[in-house]
């Protein structure tokens, strides 16, 4: 009850046994009185309300991405993951993610850390492998130092790029067990590398996601892309807000959308911080950055996200 004073100080919020009385400014009461509604809309539905799910409610003016029809609420079960878990779309941008990919060839997924763009984008892969969609998964990043010099890395090839590559990695292990991982990356049916990796290669019967494409140039997403054989799936994810390029190299992400986002076979999602599924601080301080957009805005000048 204290939690949802905060929201509306300039409110009177009272409770006695189940029923709640409001009292204030009439429009300010009835935005209360809808919250609430909304809340127990949402307990009713899913049998629990946390925290988590409290802060959406109050925060967001978009809630379709918490109530969308029951009938079609399989629809947005992506797919079952380690011990049973269940992973779906949880928020209004990730089910458009998923409506993007039954519909387009190449989904670019752009948003902020914390969205599920790669987590999301990492299930529907592996619901298309399950699905005998696809043959191959093959994800990919472009290996760039986030913002510090990591210096010489001991070991071989694949000791040396994993570490850019684990965000990859952890969501795949939540969804196959190790043991069927290992199988199916030893068969290459699932393989991981950087993205300078994919030049030359035609790319066909495979779901492919390009991770981080904010740190990629115009000339190594052209590359990328034109790798696309016939029976090719993609999903290429980006944050614009945290480009990790050098200061003398512009990222492509944005310019690429920018020319292709009206092609057909094209969808394009614009994940906000109301999408933010991690911890609830991380959606505030997106906020309290994009309020300050100068320190680490790459994006051409002019020109917004």
């Known amino acids: 009850?204290?939690?949802?004073?905060?929201?509306?100080?300039?409110?009177?919020?009272?409770?006695?046994?189940?029923?709640l009385k409001i009292s204030g400014d009439k429009k300010k009461a009835q935005k209360a009185k809808q919250k609430i509604e909304l809340m127990l809309r949402y307990l009713k539905k899913n049998k629990q309300l946390s925290q988590r799910d409290?802060?959406?409610?109050?925060?967001?003016?978009?809630?379709a991405g918490l109530f969308y029809d029951q009938k079609n609420a399989e629809d947005y079960t992506i797919v079952h993951g380690r011990g049973g878990k269940v992973i779906k779309a949880k928020t209004l941008n990730q089910i458009r993610m998923v409506d993007c990919v039954r519909n387009q060839d190449v989904c670019f997924a752009v948003g902020p850390a914390g969205t599920g763009k790669t987590y999301t984008a990492v299930a529907l892969a592996v619901r298309a492998?399950?699905?005998?969609?696809?043959k191959r998964i093959i994800l990919t990043r472009p290996a760039v130092e986030a913002g510090e010099s990591l210096g010489f890395l001991p070991g071989d090839l694949k000791e040396k790029i994993d570490p850019y590559l684990r965000p990859l990695y952890d969501a795949l292990n939540?969804?196959?067990p190790q043991d069927k991982?290992?199988?199916?990356?030893?068969?290459?049916t699932i393989e991981i590398a950087p993205l300078a990796f994919m030049r030359g290669r035609t790319l066909d019967h495979s779901f492919i996601i390009l991770d981080?494409?904010?740190?990629a140039t115009t000339t190594q997403l052209k590359m990328f892309?034109?790798?696309?054989?016939?029976?090719a799936q993609c999903i290429i994810t980006g944050d614009l807000s945290q480009i990790d390029l050098p200061r003398s190299?512009?990222?492509?992400?944005y310019r690429t959308i920018k020319l292709l986002q009206n092609l057909h076979g094209i969808g394009v999602v614009r994940l906000t911080s109301e999408d933010v599924i991690r911890h609830r601080l991380v959606r505030d301080i997106i906020n309290a950055f994009d309020k300050d957009r100068r320190p680490g805005n790459r994006l051409p000048e002019g020109e917004e996200e």
């Open 1 to 19: 009850m204290n939690y949802l004073r905060s929201f509306f100080p300039d409110l009177s919020i009272t409770s006695r046994g189940n029923i």
């Open 54 to 63: 409290i802060e959406t409610i109050l925060k967001s003016d978009n809630h």
């Open 129 to 134: 492998l399950k699905m005998r969609q696809v």
């Open 174 to 176: 939540d969804m196959i």
């Open 181 to 188: 991982l290992n199988h199916l990356m030893e068969k290459n």
């Open 212 to 215: 981080e494409a904010q740190n």
């Open 225 to 231: 892309l034109t790798r696309l054989g016939p029976n």
């Open 249 to 253: 190299q512009e990222s492509g992400l």
